[in-house]
């Protein structure tokens, strides 16, 4: 692509790049692997954001961001009113600092819902769970495990992070999808040599109930990308239950997002 390099450093845990395109804008990058553009950064966010805190009646629902730094997650999860509290926990400073200067599509930080909190997720959910907290909806947006998310993909994290839900909690989590001639491969398990968070939950099934949607974003790798749900008890988020309308999301998409295509269906099991 013909970009032109707006911001580049390397700060306590990675190589933070802001890039520049003239018809697609601009694009955020950590250790070379794209987290955002501002093309089309609103079809991610507002699906890990709007399907699982609309797939349910809510009311005085607290949410737990791990990581989205470019602010984009905590912007969608603000625009519910039954949202009471978010909490948000990124480990780079740095990052946040950015993507407000140069990319503008975060959230309200200054909203008086909001805490956010510059730590380690791994150590963060540690002391969470030891404490006995427990959220209504975790969103996790994470880079590849190829950084300073290497601490989560782990299957401490998972057994930890698995006890800040209660029985109708939900943990969203995602990855995006290559398709080769005989299968498909998460970009996690490429990039990091190692298993995803979704392939240790299934295994271990820490987390028993799995759903599963998707949706296209054409500037991840693949552009085809999963998103799973987690949670102590099978609940489905099938049905939306708000006429709630994005730029992407809505109703029929919400629904139309669980329709997988038959060679996902295939793989997955």
């Known amino acids: 692509m013909d970009v032109e390099v707006l911001f580049r450093e390397k700060s306590d845990f990675q190589t933070i790049e802001v890039l520049s395109h ?24 507002e699906m890990a954001v709007h399907v699982p805190l609309l797939g349910q009646q809510r009311s005085d ?15 969608e999860v603000l625009k519910h009113d039954f949202v009471k509290s978010v909490t948000m926990v990124e480990i780079d400073k740095k990052v946040i600092e950015v993507s407000n200067r140069f990319l503008g599509i975060q959230g309200n930080y200054e909203d008086p819902r909001v805490s956010l909190v510059i730590q380690d ?20 947006d994470l880079t590849e495990p190829i950084g300073p998310s290497a601490s989560v993909f ?3 994290f998972v057994k930890n992070i698995s006890k800040l839900i209660g029985a109708s909690g939900v943990i969203v989590d995602s990855d995006s999808i290559f398709l080769a001639q005989s299968d498909g ?14 392939s240790v939950i299934r295994k271990t099934k820490i987390l028993p109930a799995i759903e599963i949607f998707r949706t296209d974003v054409p500037f991840f790798p ?5 998103f799973f749900l987690y949670g102590l008890k099978q609940i489905s988020y099938k049905k939306p239950t708000s006429e709630y309308l994005g730029k992407h ?13 038959a060679w996902q ?5």
């Open 22 to 45: 003239d018809r697609f804008g601009r694009l955020l990058s950590l250790d070379g692997y794209i987290q955002a553009c501002q093309a089309d950064e609103f079809i991610y966010h």
């Open 61 to 75: 629902s607290s949410v737990l961001i791990v990581g989205g730094g470019d602010g984009g997650i905590l912007r």
């Open 121 to 140: 997720a791994s150590e963060f959910v540690l002391k969470e769970k030891n404490n006995g907290v427990l959220y209504d909806v975790i969103i996790l």
């Open 154 to 156: 782990t299957l401490d």
């Open 185 to 198: 491969f998460f970009l996690q398990e490429e990039s990091g040599d190692g298993e995803n968070l979704f």
């Open 222 to 226: 693949g552009a085809d990308f999963m």
């Open 249 to 261: 999301y809505s109703p029929a998409i919400h629904e139309a997002a669980f329709v997988l295509p």
């Open 265 to 269: 269906r295939k793989w997955l099991g």
